[in-house]
């Protein structure tokens, strides 16, 4: 006798011990018979569903089963009466608030003491922040897919316009260098944003850092976040012009300065508007031993690829217009264009704080 007690109590041990685990389980536990009836619900059911397991037992597992998908339950039945072990599979069900979740679903038979089956134990897994993250990298491929095709069409671009304004392979070379480098910038400060954005006080410092000289720049704007392909635009403008300041304006020589400023206002259509100016200035001793006109690569009746980029590529691209100015001593560029094809359109409301530096 004592020995069957012994069994009997060392089987409810065991029976205790198994109910613990199940109940303290962070995945859904669910035990169901063959007719598709709820019989057990552990506490993580409970959370990933919504419904209490005073709620849940009793009632039909099809309630967590979106109705075109009960044709799911109808072959789990079928093959858990073969006695089959169906494998992990990914599926939806349906929480008691109607929203749906993403789950991964292990289903396994369960036996009487003579061996029967009976039933059916079902452990969920929520895969839902899985399966976001999973949509997020998507999207992300696709937006990369599309970037990496829109710089392969600029560099193509880049190289046609530079090879008829280059008058040597090592110029040919140096140039499509440095600009295929700037282009790399700008898709670094993109790609640390995930594809968002990029500020534009970050993109003007970026571009203009190769250059040297910070002490004789000054930047003045709002804070905005650019949308991508402003980011683009804006820093292969920048580019060309930091380029042509370091080689003949106020970053060539000393006493020059660059003063970036960009605002937002208000235009009479009542759609606000993007204004951007680059106004470099050097000094008396540095005009008169700059290059003359003739001598400058975006001088002359052929324009240069910078001046194209300032005049024609930057403003178009973003629906905009600029005017670019040059005299002794001074240059000016301008650019307006809309507001919403500058910043990334849920931070539009955000270009009113100022900031200068």
Request: hydrophobic fraction near 40%; proline fraction near 3%; glycine fraction near 8%.
């Amino acid at each position: 006798m004592s020995g069957a007690g012994g069994t009997i109590r060392q089987d409810a041990s065991a029976d205790a011990r198994l109910a613990a685990i199940v109940d303290s389980s962070y995945d859904a536990i669910v035990a169901k018979d063959l007719n598709s009836i709820i019989t057990d619900w552990n506490q993580a059911a409970e959370r990933v569903f919504g419904y209490s397991a005073e709620e849940a037992v009793g009632q039909s597992i099809l309630m967590l089963i979106p109705e075109h998908m009960h044709h799911e339950e109808i072959d789990i039945i079928a093959r858990i009466g073969r006695g089959e072990r169906i494998p992990s599979f990914e599926t939806t069900r349906r929480r008691k608030d109607g929203s749906l979740i993403a789950v991964s679903l292990t289903i396994s038979p369960i036996k009487n003491s003579a061996g029967e089956i009976v039933g059916a134990s079902k452990i969920a897994r929520d895969i839902t922040a899985a399966k976001e993250s999973e949509r997020r990298i998507r999207l992300l491929m696709r937006e990369v897919n599309h970037r990496v095709k829109n710089q392969f069409a600029v560099i193509l671009s880049m190289v046609r316009e530079t090879s008829k304004r280059s008058t040597d392979p090592a110029e040919f070379e140096q140039m499509i260098r440095a600009r295929i480098m700037a282009l790399s910038r700008s898709h670094d400060l993109l790609v640390t944003s995930e594809w968002a954005g990029a500020s534009l006080f970050d993109l003007v410092q970026e571009h203009l850092k190769p250059f040297g000289h910070e002490e004789r720049i000054s930047l003045s704007g709002p804070l905005l976040t650019l949308q991508s392909n402003a980011v683009q635009n804006l820093g292969m403008a920048f580019h060309e012009l930091g380029t042509n300041s370091s080689k003949y304006g106020a970053l060539a020589a000393g006493g020059g300065h660059v003063e970036i400023t960009w605002k937002v206002e208000t235009g009479p259509d009542a759609r606000r508007r993007f204004h951007l100016l680059w106004h470099e200035t050097s000094s008396a001793a540095a005009v008169a031993t700059a290059p003359k006109a003739t001598e400058r690569k975006d001088s002359g009746e052929r324009k240069g690829f910078g001046t194209v980029v300032l005049q024609r590529v930057a403003p178009q691209s973003l629906s905009g217009s600029s005017t670019l100015e040059r005299s002794p001593g001074s240059v000016k560029w301008a650019l307006d264009a809309p507001l919403e094809a500058i910043v990334v359109p849920q931070l539009g409301a955000d270009t009113e704080s100022d900031f200068s530096v």
